[in-house]
């Protein structure tokens, strides 16, 4: 998937685990580990803009867009 999602590093960087996250956004943790691991197949804007908030970073701090290489056979 080409949408690479970098939360777990901005955590790192804030030092706040997932628990204390979730908690800061009215969201529960089940629900941000799956958006962590880049599992979810969409996230709301008032979500993003929650975390971008808690976190003091910008969306594209979270989210990240890779090209895919597409190998030919």
Known sequence: MPIIVNLDVMMARRKISLGDLAAKIDL???NLSILKTGKAK??????LE???????C???DILEYRKEV???A
């Open 70 to 72: 597409k190998q030919e």
């Open 58 to 60: 910008q969306p594209g």
């Open 50 to 56: 929650a975390i971008c908030n808690a976190l003091d």
């Open 42 to 47: 969409a996230v709301r804007f008032s979500t």
């Open 28 to 30: 529960t943790p089940a």
